[in-house]
């Protein structure tokens, strides 16, 4: 079985969450292979990938030999690789009627995908997902100043002032999870929180390596203190920070200034 998932991160903590629930080994029935890393032995059972992992294997063997079922997950978030993974694995299944192909996601058009990956007459079966209440609070109602828009500016003060205030009202003694725009924020904020909060700041994003990575997804062990992990929209979707009761967004997003001009 191969599972996508949409970054790098996640295959690996996916793969190691699964390995701990199975009580194996990374490895030895789950395992991951993502640009320049793979943890896979012989006789696994489920590899998690990303999409341009599978992308290139379906070119070298597009019949998937071996593989009995694919999973895409997070499949809402488009892009040409997992795109065309749809369309290629659709292409596969005509020739294999014995390969499973399973679309997941929380916020996807189900009925849209059930349709896709079946046929016009018979689409294929599909389920809807259990909703969670939340409480949303919006402490930020102002337009983004144009200072924000430009590389590495400062985020405004009541932003900054943000991940402090959830993690002193927060409910019970659950962690928080602040969103910010680029890696530049992170550290910012991460580096304000510091010293200002009794609490463990860790940050998520790209450029921290594979154990920080894990280490800030992984959740709180026993005895260690609360934590706010102040990630990119690396963890908005992908992953899942164990431990997490309150999530502050910033609202703000980085793009590439043709695609905001060309909107």
Do not use: K
């Amino acid at each position: 079985m191969i599972v996508t998932q949409p970054r790098r991160v996640a295959a690996r903590a996916a793969a190691r969450r699964l390995a701990t629930l199975t009580r194996t080994r990374l490895g030895d029935v789950v395992g991951f292979t993502v640009r320049g890393e793979r943890v896979l032995g012989p006789d696994a059972r489920i590899e998690m990938v990303t999409p341009g992992v599978l992308l290139r294997r379906l070119l070298r063997d597009p019949a998937l030999d071996g593989v009995g079922a694919v999973i895409l997950d997070e499949v809402h978030e488009r892009g040409l690789d997992t795109d065309l993974l749809v369309g290629l694995l659709g292409e596969v299944r005509e020739l294999r009627d014995d390969l499973a192909v399973v679309a997941m996601s929380a916020t996807a058009d189900a009925q849209r995908f059930a349709a896709l990956l079946g046929t016009a007459d018979d689409p294929a079966p599909w389920s809807g997902c259990r909703p969670w209440r939340i409480r949303l609070r919006n402490d930020s109602p102002r337009p983004v100043p144009p200072r924000c828009r430009r590389r590495h500016a400062t985020l405004p003060q009541p932003r900054r002032r943000g991940g402090r205030r959830a993690f002193e009202e927060r409910p019970g003694d659950g962690d928080v999870l602040v969103f910010l725009p680029g890696v530049h924020e992170v550290r910012v904020v991460a580096e304000r929180l510091r010293g200002s909060v009794p609490a463990e700041v860790l940050e998520l994003h790209g450029q921290v390596g594979p154990r920080e990575q894990d280490r800030a997804i992984a959740g709180r062990g026993a005895g260690e203190r609360p934590r706010i992990v102040v990630s990119t929209n690396l963890a908005e979707s992908s992953v899942t920070v164990d431990g997490v009761r309150v999530v502050v967004d910033s609202g703000l997003s980085r793009e590439p200034a043709a695609m905001r001009h060309a909107r």
